[in-house]
């Protein structure tokens, strides 16, 4: 399968799903023919005169603008990037479905997920040309976003990590909030280093089974109360060590994770977002769209003072200072689904919505859009490096 037909795979995938029946909504109008042919050639201008041989053009809109560069650069000269999937969806279903399926285009609600989509692609930022596409002057939120994506892109830095040789052994704690009866805890043990410094346990309620004598392991106990945050700080307040990295019961680290997180331990960054596939129906695919991949989550950092977890559910870090970055060479795994029954997962998103105050909801669906692992690895196959921006996170 070449490249583009993996992401063009990709993009199938989100559009099979949605959250809702669609509504009446109606797709924008596209411009009139002057504006079309205005827009056109300000595009074909800006192109030629870059020098560049590749268009990426952020938002389909009317998809007129989106076609007509079809027609003339071919498929091998254009990407369109698109994070609305039901704009897509409603696009494929109209007068121009048939020609949309010729696009080459990479769609999902997640400004991550395309991020990382676009970085795999294979086109640097310096060497394509990226148009926000005109037609979204009048829908300022789409633009915005789409822009957001644009600027992010186009400011990605690449980072080598260093070699830290055989002999250097990070001071790192791997810390864990569990619940005693969490299925799998087996493999859960087996993962972890022996090089690693320290490993730190929050119980909730009781103490549970440690399967590793080799390990420095310094726990307590204390009831979780659907406070997350506060398991979790209680967890970083017993750690010692410069690192620490955060394991949830359910996730796992394969050994080129481990070399990789020794590696970011000998670089300058002090934290790094991981990015997390949830695998389902089974453990050859991976949930993807709308969020659930990357899924980035904020699991390894220098310690710091100050440093305190917030928000009961969703927690995340705050205070952390210096240079963060999301991680393309390395994953969790995360076997939520796969550990645990249905039931089990309906009870804890309850748990998680109770947290939340019932602001938001939290729900299974049986149908959300996968790939296979395999697939998804080359579509995000990218060397061991570490996107940086200028926000220095996420």
């Known amino acids: 399968m070449s490249a583009a037909s993996l992401f063009s795979a990709y993009?199938?995938?989100?559009l099979s799903f949605s959250f809702h029946v669609q509504s009446e909504r109606l797709p924008p109008p596209g411009p009139d023919p002057e504006m079309r042919r205005k827009n056109l050639e300000t595009c074909l201008r800006l192109y030629r005169a870059s020098g560049k041989d590749f268009l990426v053009l952020f938002g389909l809109n009317s998809a007129v603008l989106a076609l007509d560069l079809l027609r003339i650069l071919g498929p091998e000269h254009l990407l369109l990037v698109e994070c609305d999937p039901d704009?897509?969806?409603?696009?494929?279903?109209?007068?121009?479905?048939?020609?949309l399926h010729n696009l080459p285009m990479i769609c999902d609600s997640s400004v991550w997920a395309l991020l990382y989509l676009l970085l795999g692609y294979g086109r640097k930022p310096e060497s394509?040309?990226?148009?926000l596409n005109p037609e979204l002057a009048k829908n300022r939120d789409a633009a915005r976003e789409l822009n957001r994506l644009r600027r992010m892109w186009s400011r990605a830095r690449m980072l080598t990590l260093p070699d830290p040789g055989s002999s250097f052994i990070p001071e790192l704690t791997l810390a864990a909030i569990l619940r005693p009866e969490e299925p799998g805890m087996d493999d859960f043990w087996r993962q972890i280093p022996a090089w690693?410094?320290?490993?730190?346990?929050?119980?909730?309620g009781r103490a549970g089974r440690i399967d590793r004598a080799d390990l420095q392991i310094r726990q307590c106990v204390r009831r979780l109360e659907g406070d997350f945050a506060a398991q979790r700080q209680a967890a970083l307040d017993l750690c010692r060590t410069e690192w620490v990295f955060f394991l949830d019961a359910d996730e796992r680290i394969d050994d080129e994770g481990w070399e990789f997180?020794?590696?970011?331990?000998?670089?300058?960054?002090?934290?790094?977002?991981?990015?997390?596939?949830?695998?389902?129906?089974d453990h050859s695919n991976c949930l993807i769209g709308f969020g659930l991949w990357p899924d980035l989550q904020l699991r390894l950092f220098r310690r710091q003072?100050?440093?305190?977890?917030?928000?009961?559910?969703?927690e995340r870090l705050e205070d952390l200072r210096g240079p963060v970055g999301p991680a393309l060479g390395c994953s969790i795994i995360h076997l939520n689904r796969l550990l645990k029954s249905p039931e089990q997962v309906r009870d804890k998103l309850k748990g998680f919505d109770l947290a939340a105050g019932h602001v938001g909801h939290h729900r299974l669906n049986v149908d959300y859009p996968s790939l296979p692992l395999g697939m998804l690895e080359r579509i995000s196959s990218v060397p061991e490096l570490i996107i940086l921006d200028d926000n220095n996170g996420c």
């Open 128 to 131: 394509c040309l990226s148009i």
């Open 305 to 314: 003072p100050g440093l305190r977890f917030v928000r009961p559910v969703h």
């Open 196 to 204: 690693a410094g320290e490993v730190v346990l929050v119980w909730d």
């Open 11 to 14: 993009s199938r995938e989100v």
């Open 87 to 99: 704009l897509v969806r409603l696009a494929m279903s109209g007068e121009y479905g048939a020609e």
């Open 261 to 281: 997180l020794r590696r970011v331990a000998k670089s300058h960054l002090q934290g790094l977002w991981l990015p997390r596939r949830t695998l389902y129906p």
